[in-house]
Structures are given as C-alpha cells and as structure tokens.
C-alpha cells in the first residue's frame, strides 16, 4: 500500500509539473502555485469515532493552475477587473492522517475550472476571490474496504472551492500572496455513506505571468438595458436510498446502495438589473418516484407522496455563458420521505448558456438541505425567454 502511495504521488507531481509545462503552448498568462494546511470542520456527531473526542485532521494541501486573464474590453471584463479564468489541480495529503480504528482515507485529488476576480487593485496589491468547482478524487480506502470511513465512498466526486485572496507583484512578472478557502468533497448523495470532507485551507501563493504584461484592449460599449426574463428548468439524476442504505447497515451490517431516479421542474421570473446579475423567484417542483420504497425500509409506518412543492429566492451572477444561479427555498408542501423535519433548501446550479440555440443552457445542480446535507446533485436543461 505505500509503494502504490509513492506511486500515486509521483503520478500526481508528474501531472502538475505538466500543466505547468503546457501553459505556454497553450497560451496560459497566469501560473499560481499554491501550498499550505488544511482542516477539517469538526463534526460532532461522528469525529469521535472516526479520529477521537475533539480532534480534527490537519493536513497538507498544494497545488499549481493555469489562468488566462480576459483582456478583451468586453462589458464583463471591465466590470469584473479584468478576471482570470483556468484550471487547477490540487492535492489534499490526508493519507498520513489516520483514523482510530483504520487507515483513513488517503489522498484527494482535485482537477477544477475556477473563476478569479480582482475586486480591489492599488498598484501592484489587489485583493479578490476564486470560485472553483470540478472533481474529487479519492482511490483508497473506500466503499466496503473501511468501514471506519463515512466520508468518502467512491472514487469520483464533486469539488467545490470558495476562497478569498490577497496578492503583491514584486517584480512585473512575479506575485505573491495569500489565500484562505473553504473546499467541500462529495459525491452529492449518490452513494452512502457521504459526509464528505469540508475543510478549512490557508496557502502560500507565488505565481508569475508566462509572457510580458498586455495591456487590456479598449473597452466597449456596454449596450446592457434592465429587463425582467423569465426561465423553465428541468433537472434529473440518480441518488441512493439512505432509508434502504441505513436498514441493510443495520440488519446485514452491509453497505449496499439502491440508485434511483428523481427530477424536479422549475420556473422562474428574475429582474437582471446589471449584465452580470439578476434576482428573483422560483417555484419549484420536486418528484421523488421511489417514496413508496422509502416508506418500506425507513420503519416509520408512514405513508409518502412524491411530489414536493416549494417557493425560491434566487440570485444569478454571470459572465459571459457561465452562471452560477444560487437558490434559498421553503417547502409548501412536502411528504418524500427523504429527510426529517426539512422545511428550507438550497440550490446551486452552475450552468452554460449556448448562444447557437438562442436563450437554452446546460447545467449541474446540487440540492442541500441546512446547508450541509446534500440531497441529490442533478444533470439540468433549460430555456430563458
């Protein structure tokens, strides 16, 4: 297990040193690296178990991305400072933290897209933020091989990162700085057990643009006017039965998954009163079609129905053909079975809009509940009219 540790980490190294190498060919201006601690938000109602009253992983995270800066003078990019947009890939050193009863859960390995806005520029400082989401990956110590590990449970899952920055050019090429994130790891619900790991990172940074500074191109005229629009969403997916997960674990001592289908229906009228925002309201349709099997293995003697209803309070922030729409929700009605005493929600839904097809877009969108539990993550297409 260690000599495939060491390989796993030479493959790892190898791959970053890659994108490093390829950003050039490939156009990239901006190189980061990144390096420093991470630690997990402790969680009472299983760290006990898992690491010990009180105490909670501390572990090493480093990474490098590629970004290219958007000089083009576009409404958007004045707006948002000229932003960064690229890739990243980052590793989560967990595998030398151990568990109390087993070997932990080994390494994460993150590949992601992110969005980098400077919001304040003063000579060579600025101060900003990175959104970034993409992939989780874990390959060791998972489904069925430990039973000590709840976080984890398959190899790929969703990443998501929030962070806020602050950097200092000492040279016209060369910057550093420093960075504090909060990264989330989970597979969305699709397959039990899924606490995930959220933790707290601060970084290090030192970065350098590849080639000479450009200068941005003229801005252009913003011909932006406020309007109301109006969309319909649909969203599907697949996620686990926790109430036949929890009930296999608890008379076979099993971990054994049941995937099925859910969807949801949205609609919504937003105000954009900017080009890169809008808000509004949503009302929304949920179907949960297996809520008969629910109520077959939860042992509550209760009767479900499938479809839950709910009113949002939305917010969409966008630039250029990619959003992140994010949604606060109260249930009108709902009898799914799925949770306990639920009565809000939270939707994020990152999508691309497609020009070609006038107003359509794609997308993925995760549903939580106290804005901890995910409930389901769904593939998504819609029309904004």
Known sequence: MKKESIQTGF???????????????????????RGGASTMLY?????????????SP????????????????????????????????????????????????????????????????????SLGYTLGWGLGLSFKNLYGENPANRLLSIPVNTRLSL?????????????????????????????????????FEFSLLAGMKSRPESAPAPREEDSFRRRFVFEVQLTGGVMSNEAYYDYMLENNGAWDNAHRFKWSLQGAALYQYSRMHASGIGVDMFVTPFCDE????????????????????????????????????RYL???????RN???????????????????FVGVVLKAHKFRAAESVQLSIGKRF
């Open 342 to 360: 639920k009565k809000f929600y939270q939707l994020v839904n990152i999508r691309y809009h497609l020009p070609v097809l006038g107003g359509s």
């Open 163 to 199: 962070g806020l920055h602050a950097k200092v050019f000492v040279s016209k090429r060369f910057f550093v700085g420093a960075g504090a994130y909060f990264n989330h790891t989970s597979n969305g619900a699709v397959q039990f057990p899924n606490r995930g790991v959220n933790a």
């Open 11 to 33: 493959l790892w190294k190898l791959l970053l040193l890659s994108l490093v190498l390829w950003a050039s060919p490939a156009g990239g201006q901006v190189i980061t690296f």
């Open 294 to 329: 629910i109520a077959r293995y939860d042992g509550r003697d209760t009767a479900y129905t499938p479809v839950s209803v709910g009113i949002s309070v939305l917010h969409e922030a966008r630039y250029r053909n990619l959003a992140l729409m994010v949604g606060l929700g």
């Open 43 to 55: 969680d009472k109602t299983y760290f006990p178990n898992l690491y010990g009253e009180g105490n």
């Open 58 to 125: 501390v572990f090493p995270s480093f990474g490098a991305r590629v970004g290219w800066q958007d000089l083009s003078g576009s409404p958007f990019a004045s707006a948002c400072n000229n932003p960064e947009l690229g890739l990243g890939l980052q590793v989560d050193a967990l595998s030398a933290y151990r568990t109390s009863q087993s070997p932990g859960i080994g390494n994460i390995y993150s590949l992601y897209g992110y969005f980098d806005r400077p919001v304040l520029v003063a000579g060579p400082f």
């Open 333 to 339: 009605y709902d009898n799914d079975g799925l949770a």
